[in-house]
């Protein structure tokens, strides 16, 4: 299975996506930002870091990057689709995903390890947890405070489209979300990242079952 | 403005504008003033230092580039080499804290990069005066903004660093930023300009008119007057920085590069005239080919802007278009400002017309001043102690509890919570152990990294503090179970011309190189930041030292928290040492700093640091935590609060129990081991001091008949916000 | 500059209602350095821009300058 990582020219978690990516098997493909291609990949993910120095506001510039329009044919073509930090910002900014990221109600950046329970796994991102299980996920952001309306978020919550919950939140969000899907759930953005805890010398891997859930599903479409 | 009062102006004294005209024959033009002016600040020049920095040991197995470059450089193993370097920031950080720690690590980050190291761990190392004092909490918040303002958009982790409070720095905070990279061996770069006819390129971002002059200022004390100077402060873009990282990285891998210069204090004259002076070359600038940001700027504006992200470099002119190719795909900018030429000057050209030349050698060969060492009159005073004159407290549950919630002791959690320390997934051991542990991926290797400074030590004694803070880092680094290599050091003091500031500058520097020396340890790169004062005097004397060390296989290393029931726990190294002078307790329980600390056993440091890392390199021993500020009581607490598992210990050697719980001598380590290993650990101890105090296990701290407390009660103390408004 | 070319200013601040963590910290200060009287605190953007056609300005505003979900914007040529 190929995965492709988007690159933008500020992203900082690339590394580390890729990384994640041969971790769990399957084959890592850089997208450059400035190329219209995703190179044939089977999945997409947006990785963390400051798309375009994000001066604006996280993500506002990176949605109009030349990368975005196949992205976007993908995403709203069934095409699995996961954002992680500034590139769960980007999927809002491109609005695949309802609602905003605001700065932190801390008005602090913070990075910190915290239990996020898995709502519902019939995601691609998130089919290899059980429902309510609990994993253990560093967030590191200063705008990470999930903003929708309250008829937007009573929607999200109706349809199950809240996959990921903070058990102990960080940043103020909405109904303690942690991440969401869209209505046909094959994009998912998420604000922790899974991609750093990807190995037990970095204290665990539980990271990787979200990216894992990915192969699952596309080996439940083959059969 | 005559001749003389413009070169006052500039910095400049007397002699050294005597000395300009006798080195040129001729009397410079206003432009070469500049040059000589920025180059010649003791920010640049080391006018004050650099005969004393040679007493520092430079050489090691596994040095491969010692002082004198951006960066020292040492050898890993497996064909990876780690290059890295401290530097100040203090004075553009009193004036604008965000924007003087954001650019401070900027700099420091383009330092790595300029070796041709991916830049890779960030420390910070930061004092501030009184927390009480409403600047001083806007200066530390703004700082700790700063720093992760521009360290974590560029991707590159905060793994480590200090924080520290005493009214010493008030008005002039110190903050070092520290910056480790890893390379190849192969990749080594270094900023030597050769092969006449080569270009200059200048790569990066535009020129505009930031931190005119910030180089003399920088050297300059603080004044109500420095507020005024504000515009002087550069701006960072740590977007821009992201960008110039990889594409600098790409042009090294390949092969594209000549030499590799960062531009930092004194901009463009700084960078050239080095590159030139230590390729025995010349190098000549077009002015009017430097893409500026604002217009009408004169050729000695754009001669010493410091302008943030940029580099210089120096290239084949048949692989100008290959780099100006790889600097477009970034985004990145970049244009032929110059070429290296056969005269050894650095000319600057302006319009076709020869707007001022300079011999490059003379503008990297500052005055040096040699002072007399003399025994300040205040060092008896201080160092003298009367114990019996400290009354020993009745309750030392109280005691604790409010050493733990002082700021200079409590968790350090609400700084680097601010920082991202994970990014790039190689941080094996972050920020809140005795050093930051990193693995290389793709093999077992790993190093780590720790920076320490003891300046009210330093204050009390500057010989035996400047060789404690080297013996700390020493034992920090083994206390994660790396082996110490070499360091890297920033020498943060007061006016020089101050006898009692020269006298510092100096012990210190003996006592840090004595221990090196002992240690094994040499310095291979460094920094030195005077003019550390304020209306209220000269800041403590305080070296910070950055010290690197290897992990044969990272996954054999230590963590101070405590980590199952029933371990045995003992102290390795001397006992009976411990003293209230200079310690933590004196100061904050007694409000005294006063008395002479222990000086080092330096051999024995070395025996007993060495013996517990090589166990915990054996996989023997997984937990270890130095006994530091605070003394015992402090490190069993910590030690306590960061495993989550109690710790009952006995004390008894019948000396009073305030020196024993909390007093002060470094050169003891606490180790944690499982009953059924102690045999085999015991064994490997023989010959070096050790004693078991107690055993884990049971909710909370006790010490003998002293202290008894919840492990809730001492997070409660220890896990304060540093940023609440309350603070102070 | 060019003769064609006309200024405009726009101000992008927090909709009505949505949480400006920004603007109470601000509001949260003022009286401390002894500013009383102070009701809400909004903390918004200010950015100015020089345009061929300021017919583009609205369409610039919706689609990046501002984010219609948490922002509000009002613009003007100011020369």
């Keep these: 299975m190929k995965i492709g990582v988007v690159i933008f020219p500020g992203a900082n978690c690339d590394a580390d996506a890729l990384y994640a990516v041969e971790r769990i098997g399957a084959e890592p493909v850089e997208l450059w930002h400035a190329e219209p291609d995703l190179k044939g990949v089977d999945a997409v993910i947006l990785p963390g870091g400051f798309s375009y120095g994000d001066y604006l506001r996280p993500g506002a510039i990176a949605r109009f990057s030349k990368v975005m329009r196949p992205l976007e044919e993908f995403a709203r073509g069934g095409g699995p689709t996961l954002g992680v930090c500034n590139g769960f910002q980007v999927l809002t900014e491109a609005r695949l995903l309802p609602g905003a990221l605001l700065q932190n109600m801390s008005l602090r950046f913070v990075c910190r390890t915290v239990p996020v329970r898995v709502e519902h796994p019939d995601t691609p991102w998130s089919g290899a947890c059980v429902p309510g299980e609990i994993l253990h996920l560093p967030v590191a952001h200063n705008e990470g405070n999930y903003f929708a309306a309250e008829e937007t978020i009573a929607q999200l919550e109706d349809e199950g489209r809240v996959i990921f919950r903070y058990l102990e939140n960080p940043n103020g969000s909405r109904n303690d979300i942690a991440g969401i899907c869209n209505a046909e759930r094959n994009v998912v953005g998420m604000m922790p990242h899974p991609e750093r805890v990807s190995d037990p010398l970095l204290g665990s891997e539980e990271g990787l079952k979200v990216l894992r859930s990915v192969l699952e599903f596309a080996g439940a479409k083959v059969h | 403005m005559n001749l003389e009062e413009t070169y006052r102006s500039l910095g400049l004294s007397d002699a050294e504008y005597a000395r300009v005209r006798e080195l040129l024959g001729r009397t410079p033009n206003f432009l070469e003033l500049s040059l000589f002016s920025v180059m010649w600040s003791e920010h640049c020049g080391y006018k004050n230092s650099r005969p004393l920095l040679g007493r520092f040991p430079s050489e090691g197995g596994r040095v491969l580039q010692g002082p004198g470059e951006n960066a020292g450089v040492v050898e890993v193993g497996e064909g990876w080499a780690l290059a890295f370097k401290v530097e100040s920031h203090n004075h553009p950080s009193a004036v604008e804290p965000y924007q003087g720690a954001a650019t401070g690590v900027g700099g420091i980050i383009r330092d790595i990069l300029a070796m041709g190291a991916r830049p890779v761990a960030v420390l910070d190392s930061l004092r501030f005066g009184d927390p009480a004092d409403g600047r001083v909490r806007y ?102 920085g992201k960008v ?445 001091p050790w004693q078991i105090i107690g055993r884990t296990g049971g909710g909370g701290l006790k010490i003998g008949g002293f202290v008894d407390l919840k492990l809730e009660e001492l997070r409660g103390a220890y896990g304060r916000d540093l940023f609440a408004e309350e603070t102070g | 500059m060019s003769e064609t070319l006309r200024r405009v200013r726009v101000l992008v601040r927090p909709k009505e209602g949505i949480l400006d963590p920004q603007g109470e910290a601000v509001r949260r200060a003022l009286p401390a350095l002894g500013f009383g009287g102070v009701g809400s605190v909004h903390v918004g953007r200010l950015i100015e821009l020089e345009v061929e056609d300021e017919s583009q300005v609205e369409d610039m505003c919706r689609r990046l300058l501002a984010n219609p979900t948490i922002e509000e914007y009002e613009w003007e040529v100011i020369g």
């Design chain 2, 139 to 240: 200066l530390f918040r703004e700082v700790v903004r700063g720093i992760g303002g521009y360290g974590n958009p560029v991707g590159v982790p905060t793994v480590g660093g200090e924080v520290e409070f005493a009214p010493a720095y008030t008005g002039n905070p110190l903050v070092n930023a520290m910056c480790v990279g890893l390379l190849r061996v192969e990749d080594l770069m270094r900023s030597r300009a050769v092969g006449v006819g080569n270009r200059v390129i200048l790569l990066g971002a535009r020129t505009g008119r930031d931190g005119i002059h910030g180089a003399t200022f920088a050297s300059d004390e603080l004044s109500g007057e420095s507020e005024a100077r504000r515009p002087n402060v550069q701006v960072g873009d740590p977007f821009a």
């Design chain 2, 244 to 688: 110039l990282i990889e594409a600098c990285l790409e042009l090294r891998r390949r092969d594209l590069l000549v030499a590799l210069q960062d531009l930092g204090a004194a901009g463009i004259t700084s960078s050239a005239s080095e590159m030139a002076a230590k390729g025995g070359v010349g190098i000549e600038i077009e002015t009017d080919r430097v893409p500026l940001r604002e217009g009408g700027m004169e050729p000695w504006e754009v001669m010493i802007s410091e302008s943030q992200e940029r580099m210089l470099a120096v290239v084949e002119p048949e692989r100008v278009e290959e780099v100006l190719k790889v600097a477009a795909r970034y985004g990145l900018g970049a244009a032929v400002v110059g070429r290296v030429a056969d005269h050894g000057e650095l000319r600057v050209l302006c319009g076709g017309e020869v707007a001022g030349s300079v011999p490059a050698e003379y503008l990297a060969d500052a005055p040096a001043y040699e002072r007399e060492v003399v025994e300040p009159e205040y060092l008896k005073e201080a160092q003298r102690l009367d114990v019996e004159e400290i009354p020993v407290p009745g309750d030392f549950n109280a005691v604790l509890l409010r050493m733990l919630s002082h700021p200079n002791l409590c968790s350090r959690r609400s700084v680097w919570e601010q920082y991202d320390y994970q990014v790039r997934t190689n941080t094996v051991v972050g920020p809140g152990a005795d050093a930051a542990v990193m693995r290389i991926k793709g093999t077992k290797l790993g190093y780590a990294v720790v920076t320490d400074g003891r300046g009210k030590w330093c204050y009390l004694d500057p010989e035996g503090g400047g060789a404690a803070t080297v013996a700390e880092a020493y034992r920090n680094l083994s206390c994660v179970g790396a082996e110490p290599v070499a360091l890297t050091n920033c020498l943060n003091f007061g006016s020089p011309e101050k006898p009692a500031v020269y006298y510092q500058l100096a012990r210190s520097i003996e006592g840090m190189s004595r221990a090196c020396e002992a240690l094994g340890t040499p310095v291979v790169s460094g920094n030195v930041s005077l003019y550390n004062e304020t209306s209220g005097g000269a800041v403590y004397p305080t070296p910070v030292v950055g010290m690197v060390g290897v992990l044969e296989d990272v996954s054999c290393h230590a963590t101070p928290g405590f980590g199952r029931e029933g371990d045995v726990v003992a102290v390795v190294g001397a006992s009976g040492r411990a003293s209230l002078a200079g310690s933590e307790y004196l100061e904050i329980v007694h409000g005294r700093v006063a008395g002479r600390p222990p000086e080092p056993d330096l051999a024995l440091e070395k025996e007993c640091a060495d013996r517990v890392r090589r166990l915990i390199a054996e996989g023997l021993v997984d937990t270890a935590h130095d006994i530091s500020s605070g003394g015992l009581a402090v490190a069993l607490a910590e030690m306590a609060i960061a495993g989550g598992v109690g710790v009952e210990v006995e004390v008894g050697s019948g000396r009073r129990p305030d020196v024993e719980l909390f007093g002060e001598a470094g050169g003891q380590i606490l180790i944690a081991v499982p009953g059924e290993r102690w045999d085999e650990v015991r064994e490997a101890l023989a010959g070096v």
